[in-house]
């Protein structure tokens, strides 16, 4: 473990998804945005551990928000894909919320199941989720995931300061 500077970490795993995506898939097309704040303190973590479970549900969001065919899509809709970081005392909460379809209701309990995935074949492997609720648990943090009341969802990882 290290002390990481979060923002840092956070802000990189974005631009890296982001390129990522766009590097596979010239026609990817969506915005993404940054709220972090400067108070937050260094956090003792792994930070490649840390850095799998940013990217792996900055991916799902980008994933979501690109989900909606164009010819679905309300007029003025822009893919838009938000993190944050919040400093909350004793504990640093890091969110991705994203303004996609959000989560079904009949999948809501299936996505942390290992090998269950919402990807076309081929496309995802269904341990993503899985995988970043246990590096998140034996960081001594917890996952939350939860539809928006607005669309979308919001994904909140909360640490230990």
Do not use: W
């Amino acid at each position: 473990k290290e002390l990481i500077d979060i923002n840092v970490l956070a802000d990189e795993y974005l631009r890296l998804a982001y390129h990522g995506l766009r590097a596979k898939d010239k026609s990817f097309n969506a915005d993404f945005k940054t709220d972090l704040d400067e108070t937050l303190p260094k956090v003792e973590i792994i930070p490649q551990d840390l850095g799998r479970v940013i990217l792996n549900i900055i991916n799902n969001a980008f994933f979501a928000v690109t989900s909606i065919p164009e010819d679905q899509r309300t007029e003025g809709y822009q893919p838009l894909v938000t993190v944050s970081t919040k400093n909350m005392g004793d504990q640093v909460l890091i969110s991705i919320k994203d303004n996609g379809p959000g989560i079904p209701a009949e999948l809501k309990d299936k996505i942390f199941q290992p090998f269950f995935t919402t990807k076309p074949t081929g496309s995802g492997t269904g341990l993503g989720l899985s995988i970043t609720t246990y590096i998140v648990e034996m960081h001594g943090g917890r996952l939350e995931i939860a539809n928006r009341p607005e669309g979308g969802v919001c994904a909140k990882v909360v640490f230990v300061a």
